[in-house]
T-cell receptor
Framework: EAQVTQNPRYLITVTGKKLTVTCSQN?????MSWYRQDPGLGLRQIYY???????DKGDVPEGYKVSRKEKRNFPLILESPSPNQTSLYFCASSARPNYEQYFGPGTRLTVT | TQLLEQSPQFLSIQEGENLTVYCNSSSVFSSLQWYRQEPGEGPVLLVT?????EVKKLKRLTFQFGDARKDSSLHITAAQPGDTGLYLC???????????FGAGTRLAVHP
């Protein structure tokens, strides 16, 4: 089954404790993205990538890092999480640029 | 800064009613996508419109892209409880995979 998986689905952590949210896709897509979703603000793109070792900042990259060492994986790293990073995070992949996005199930992160 | 504004924010209707939701911008886009998101899940693509004035139908859903490619609408005929969800529009915003999303219209259809 073609899918994007994210782990963990739920995470509660404390300010300053480094964390990584994993994302993996099995569709051999070159393009991957991370979004955060907040009430009233919709989905905002954090980072995106067109292939291994090629990543670019989206609209809200501050406080986040990504890496793309393998085509299928695109982890999101929060080195020093803060409460304003409490949000619902989605990973997505697509076969072509600006084309249909296949989204993962989301990771709900709470930073206290 | 390019923005996509969706209206209304919330819509609560009875089964069988018709409705239209809107996605507007002051910018011109090469294409526009509509997604539906159900609770606890990621958004799922419904349709992509590309040509100004284009109309696409998906069963009871009709999507239209404005002639100037700045706006779009989604019309649902005879809404059903299964149509309940968050409807999002999205468009390319420069960069090779940079998309912007509207804040969405949350639709509730009551039996």
């Amino acid at each position: 089954e073609a899918q994007v998986t994210q782990n963990p689905r739920y995470l509660i952590t404390v300010t300053g404790k480094k964390l990584t949210v994993t994302c993996s896709q099995n569709m051999n897509h070159e393009y991957m993205s991370w979004y955060r979703q907040d009430p009233g603000l919709g989905l905002r793109q954090i980072y995106y990538s067109m292939n291994v070792e090629v990543t670019d900042k989206g609209d809200v990259p501050e406080g986040y890092k990504v890496s793309r060492k393998e085509k299928r994986n695109f982890p999101l790293i929060l080195e020093s999480p803060s409460p304003n990073q409490t949000s619902l995070y989605f990973c997505a992949s697509s076969a072509r640029p600006n084309y249909e996005q296949y989204f993962g199930p989301g990771t709900r992160l709470t930073v206290t | 800064t390019q923005l996509l504004e969706q209206s209304p924010q919330f819509l609560s209707i009875q089964e069988g009613e018709n409705l239209t939701v809107y996605c507007n911008s002051s910018s011109v886009f090469s294409s526009l996508q509509w997604y539906r998101q159900e609770p606890g899940e990621g958004p799922v693509l419904l349709v992509t419109v590309v040509t100004g004035g284009e109309v696409k139908k998906l069963k009871r859903l009709t999507f239209q892209f404005g002639d100037a490619r700045k706006d779009s609408s989604l019309h649902i005929t005879a809404a059903q409880p299964g149509d309940t969800g968050l409807y999002l529009c999205a468009a390319p915003s420069g960069g090779y995979n940079k998309l912007i999303f509207g804040a969405g219209t949350r639709l509730a259809v009551h039996p």
